[in-house]
C-alpha cells in the first residue's frame, strides 16, 4: 500500500488498520508487536465502508448547531497521532447524556473495560499521570471542579510535555513519563477556569433529553452497534481525506492549538465542510473560553470594565493608586468580596501573569514597569488574537512523522495504540 506515510490503528487480535493518504484497510501483520498492550483493553470492532460519521449525531443532544464540526473533528484528529489533542470538554445538565457521549467517544476510538476514571483520593496527579500513560483517550466523569494541581497535569499530559514520578521504593530517583495522550472532561456545569487549559480545550455544550426522545440506556447500545462499523470506517476515510488534504493547508496567523487547527482544517475539508465552517465554529468556541476565564477571574473582569470606561488607548498609574480604582469598579460589580481579591498593590502586582492571557483575548494587554517607582500599563492593542485564520495559499511543508517501524512492503510512520 503506497501513498506516503501511514498510520496503524490496533484493532486486537493480530489485525490493525492500515491508513495513508490512499485510503485504508485491514491488516493482518507484524506491526502487532509494535503497540503496547495492557489488560484492561477491549478488541476493537472491524470497521467497514459506506458508513457515515455522522451517525454519531443521532445518538447525542448537542445543543448549538456549531458543535456538530467541531465534535466531528475532534473525533476524526483522535485517530491522528504526534501532536497536541485539545481537551474535549462535556457540558449539560442533568438528564443531557454527557457520560454517554463520553463512553460513546471512548469506545471508538479507544475501547476499554475502564471507560471512565473518577478523580479520588490524596494522590490524584501522581495516579492520573500513570493511568493516561495507559490509555490514549482517557475520560474524566461527573466533576464538578478541578484543582490547580490536576489541571496542570491535564495540559501537559494533552501537550507531550514531561512528567515525573516518583520510582517505587525509592526516594532518589524518578520515572519520567513524556506523551502526548487525549483527556475528555465532563460535568454539569463549566470546569475548567485556568487559562493555560482553557487555551487548550474545546467546550460542546448537551441539552436535557425530552421524555419523547429518551430512551432506554439498552436501546441507545443496540441501536450505536448497528452503525458502530460504519461510523469506524468513515471515521478512517476522512483520516485518510485529512492526509491528503494536510498539504495544502495554510493559516494566515496561527491561532491557540495551531497543529489541531491545521489538522482541523484538513479533517473538515474531508468530512465535506469548507475550511470557514470549522474555523468560525473554533473562534466562537475561542469566545467561549474567553469568557468562561473571565467569569473566574474577578480582577481580569474588573479591569475590562474598568477599561470599557476609560477614555483612550493607553492607562498607566502607579499600583497603589490603581488599585483604589479597581476596587471602585469592583465594587460596583459586587466583585470586591471575591475570594483572592487583592487586598493591597503587591499582590495585584503578583498576580498579573494569571491573568494577562485572559485581557489580551479581549484586546488589552498589561505590564508592570519601574522608573522612580513601580507604575501599571494597560494598552488597548489594534488586533485581537480570536483564534480565527484564513486558508491563503498551498502549504510546502509535508508532516514530519516519527519512523517507528517498517514492513516489507509498507514503511509504518505513526503509531497509533
Known amino acids: 500500500m503506497g501513498g506516503g506515510p501511514n498510520i496503524a490503528y490496533d484493532l486486537g487480535d493480530s489485525y490493525s488498520v492500515l491508513i495513508n493518504k490512499d485510503g485504508w484497510r485491514i491488516r493482518s501483520t507484524m506491526y502487532q508487536i509494535l503497540f503496547k498492550k495492557f489488560k484492561h483493553q477491549k478488541e476493537q470492532i472491524f ?25 466531528l473533528v475532534y473525533l476524526v484528529a483522535a485517530f491522528i497521532p504526534d501532536f497536541p489533542h485539545p481537551v474535549l470538554v462535556v457540558q449539560g445538565p442533568q438528564g443531557s447524556a454527557k457520560s454517554t457521549l463520553c463512553r460513546l467517544l471512548k469506545d471508538l476510538i479507544d475501547p476499554s473495560n475502564l471507560e471512565t476514571y473518577s478523580l479520588q ?32 497535569t491535564i495540559a501537559r499530559i494533552c501537550t507531550g510535555a514531561g512528567l515525573a514520578k516518583r520510582m517505587l521504593y525509592t526516594n532518589d530517583d524518578d520515572f519520567i513519563y513524556k506523551f502526548k495522550h487525549l483527556i475528555v472532561l465532563n460535568g454539569i456545569t463549566q ?18 433529553v425530552s421524555e419523547q426522545a429518551r430512551m432506554t440506556e439498552d436501546k441507545l447500545w443496540k441501536k450505536y452497534e448497528t452503525v458502530k462499523a460504519g461510523i ?11 492526509m491528503s488534504e494536510y498539504d495544502s493547508i495554510v493559516l494566515e496567523k496561527l491561532p491557540r492549538m495551531a497543529d489541531f487547527v491545521q489538522w482541523g482544517c484538513a479533517i473538515a475539508k474531508a468530512l465535506g465542510y469548507s475550511q470557514t465552517e470549522f474555523l468560525s465554529a473554533y473562534a466562537a468556541n475561542t469566545e467561549i473560553q474567553t469568557q468562561a476565564a473571565i467569569d473566574a477571574n474577578p ?3 474588573a479591569i ?39 487586598n493591597a498593590a503587591n499582590k495585584l502586582t503578583k498576580r498579573i501573569p494569571e491573568f494577562k492571557p485572559v485581557l489580551q483575548s479581549c484586546g488589552l494587554d498589561i505590564s ?19 483564534g480565527d485564520a484564513q486558508i491563503v495559499s498551498t502549504a510546502e511543508e509535508t508532516v514530519d512523522f516519527t519512523v517507528l517501524g517498517v514492513d516489507t512492503d509498507d514503511s509504518v510512520d505513526a503509531i497509533y495504540f
Request: net charge negative.
Open 191 to 208: 470546569v475548567v477556569y485556568k487559562p493555560d487549559l482553557l487555551d487548550r480545550s474545546i467546550i460542546v455544550q448537551l441539552e436535557r
Open 47 to 71: 470497521p467497514i465502508e459506506g458508513g457515515n460519521i455522522k451517525d454519531l449525531l443521532g445518538l447525542v443532544n448537542l445543543s448549538e448547531k456549531k458543535d456538530e464540526i467541531l465534535l
Open 121 to 152: 483520593g490524596g494522590k490524584e496527579g501522581k495516579e492520573l499521570v500513570q493511568t493516561s500513560s495507559h490509555h490514549w483517550l482517557l475520560v474524566l466523569d461527573n466533576l464538578s471542579s478541578i484543582p490547580n494541581e490536576i489541571s496542570d
Open 368 to 386: 508592570v514597569g519601574r522608573s522612580k517607582e513601580r507604575f501599571i500599563t494597560i494598552r488597548r492593542l489594534k488586533s485581537v488574537d480570536t
Open 299 to 301: 480582577i481580569a473582569a
Open 304 to 342: 475590562i470594565d474598568f477599561m470599557e470606561n476609560y477614555i483612550g488607548d493607553f492607562y498607566t498609574n502607579t499600583p497603589t493608586n490603581f488599585l483604589q480604582s479597581l476596587n471602585m469598579t469592583a465594587s460596583k460589580l459586587s466583585l470586591k468580596e471575591s475570594p483572592g481579591w487583592p
Open 232 to 242: 469506524l470506517g468513515s471515521i478512517f476515510d476522512a483520516v485518510s481525506g485529512a
